[in-house]
C-alpha cells in the first residue's frame, strides 16, 4: 500500500467516528436521534431531488459534494444546535476540519477545506443553497415529531424563524414551505 | 404547495425510513450494526476519496448519485447480505424500486430508477467502479471487526474471496486491497 491510499485509507476509517454524533433532532418517525451520517446522507438527497429550486443556478455535484462532507468535523467537537452556536464552536470545527481532512494527501486535504470552508461562508450560490437544504431537514423533522427538538432545547417560534430565515437567500420555494411548518408548529401551540 | 413539490417531499419523507434498515455488518468500531442511511453515506464518500483507482475513467458525480440511492428500495424488503441475494430478492427489489422511486415526478421517477437499474447491471464504468466501492466498505468492517459478519452468518473466506471478485473489474487497486485483508483474516483463522 503506498503512502497516499495509507492516508486515504486512514481518513476513510477516521470519518465512520460520524456514525456516532448524534444531533438534536430525531428521525421523521419520532423513534430515537438522529446521526451526522444520516443527516449527510439525506441533506445530499435532497440537494439532488430540491436542486430545482435554488435561486441561481447551481452545481448540484458540487452541493452534493458539500452535504457529504459538510458535518465531518463535528467529529472532534460533537453536534452543537444551531441556535446555540458560538464563535469557539466555529473556531473548534476549523481547528477539527483542519486535522481530519488533513489526514489526506494534500491535494484531497486542500479541496475538502476549500469546499468545507465555501459551504461555511454561503458566498456562492452552492453554499447559499446547501445552507437551505441543511436546515429544511430539521424543520421537517421538528414539524413531523410535534416540535419534539425545539421544545426540549427551548426554543420559541421567532427564534426558529429568524435562524433559519437565510433559506431565503438559497431557495425561496423551500423558504415559503419552512415558513409553512414554522407557522403550524405555532398554531398548535408547539413552541 | 404544487402537485411537482408535494411528491417530491413525499418520496423525502418516504426515504427516511433508510434509517431503520440494519446491515448485517457493524460499524468500524464493532459498537452496533449499520443501516443504509449510513452506508450509504460512507459510500459516497469512498467514491469521492478514492475515484482516481477506477480503471476506466468516471464521473464520480454519477457514481455518487448511484451511491445514494443504491440502497433505497431495501426500505421495502430490508437488507439481504450479498452472500445470502436470490433471484427472488432482485425481483422484489426491482418491485420496490418502482413503488418509491415511483413517489417521484415521472421525469426524476425515470432518472432515479435508470440509475438504479444501471448500478445493478454493471454493465457501463460508472456501475462496475461503484460495485467495487459498495463491496470495499463491507469488507473493511469485517477486516476492523475480526471477521464478525462473516463468522456470525458462516461465511468462508473462499466464498468471501469468490463473492467480491467483481471489485477487480472496478478497480484493480481496491481490489489488491481487499484481498489483502481478507488473506490476513483467513491467515488468522477468524474466517
Redesign the interface.
Known amino acids: ?1 503506498d503512502d497516499r ?1 495509507k492516508k ?2 486512514q ?3 477516521e ?6 454524533i448524534f444531533r438534536k433532532t430525531c ?3 419520532g ?1 430515537r436521534k ?2 451526522d ?2 443527516h ?3 441533506f ?3 440537494a ?3 436542486s430545482e ?1 435554488a435561486n441561481e443556478p447551481v452545481d ?2 458540487k452541493v ?2 458539500m452535504a ?2 459538510h458535518d465531518i468535523p463535528e467529529i472532534d467537537n460533537g453536534d452543537v444546535m444551531v441556535y446555540k452556536k458560538s464563535e469557539a464552536d466555529f473556531e473548534n470545527e476549523r481547528r477539527a476540519a483542519e486535522r481530519i481532512f488533513g489526514l ?1 494527501p494534500d491535494d ?1 486535504r486542500d479541496e475538502c477545506l476549500s469546499l468545507w470552508a465555501e459551504f461555511e461562508e454561503r458566498k456562492t450560490p452552492e453554499a447559499r443553497f446547501a445552507a437551505a437544504i441543511d436546515r429544511i431537514e430539521p424543520v ?1 423533522q421538528n414539524y ?1 415529531n410535534d416540535g419534539c427538538a425545539w421544545k426540549e432545547n427551548g426554543i420559541k417560534a421567532d427564534r426558529v424563524m429568524d435562524t433559519n430565515k437565510h433559506i431565503d437567500a438559497g431557495s425561496h ?1 423551500i423558504w415559503e ?1 419552512a415558513k ?1 411548518m414554522i407557522d403550524e408548529c405555532k398554531n398548535k401551540g408547539l413552541i
Open positions: 500500500m491510499f486515504q485509507i481518513f476513510i476509517i470519518i465512520d467516528k460520524i456514525k456516532s428521525i421523521f418517525d423513534s438522529e446521526n451520517a444520516e449527510s446522507w439525506h445530499a438527497m435532497l439532488m431531488i430540491l429550486y448540484v455535484c452534493i459534494r457529504l462532507i489526506l484531497q421537517m413531523l420555494a414551505y409553512s
